[in-house]
């Protein structure tokens, strides 16, 4: 599977494999937000960080462009912040996600992959046909005792 950055949280491949009454209860316990609220936030964080390194920059680099120039890098930099933000946002939201599935699954095989988000729900062997990794969930030690 190629490496991609889905667009939105709902367009994470984990979230494909799941029923709807699954899917929207592990959007809720990772405190996912909407496609409007994610993209204003990145852009919004992009833009800070932009300024701030335009700030800590601005007499090393930017003084003695030409202001094409200087617009061409903050233009860049403000795409490359925005970006990494996402990144970042759909990163940590699907690890919580992950997370969520391997607690629910415990002791039972899992409908997707946790390594490679590979829908896994028509495979009938024991291993993630993606990567390898097993389907089966072990159960956390404190999950054992209680």
Known sequence: MPFSIPPTIEKIPELASLPPSTRAAMLTAADAPGPWRLWSHNAS???IT??????????????????????????????????????????????RIRAGIATAAANERTPIC???????????????PECGTRLFVSPRPSDRDA
Not at 114 to 128: E, K, Q, T
Request: proline share 2%.
């Open 114 to 128: 946790l390594r490679c988000g590979y829908d896994c729900a028509a495979v009938d062997g024991d291993a993630c």
């Open 45 to 47: 964080r992009g833009v």
């Open 50 to 95: 932009t300024v701030i390194l335009i700030w800590l920059g601005h007499d090393l680099v930017y003084r003695d462009l030409p202001t094409i120039g200087s617009m061409a890098i903050i233009a860049t930099l403000l795409a490359t912040t925005t970006f990494v933000w996402h990144f970042w946002t759909i990163t940590r939201i699907r690890g």
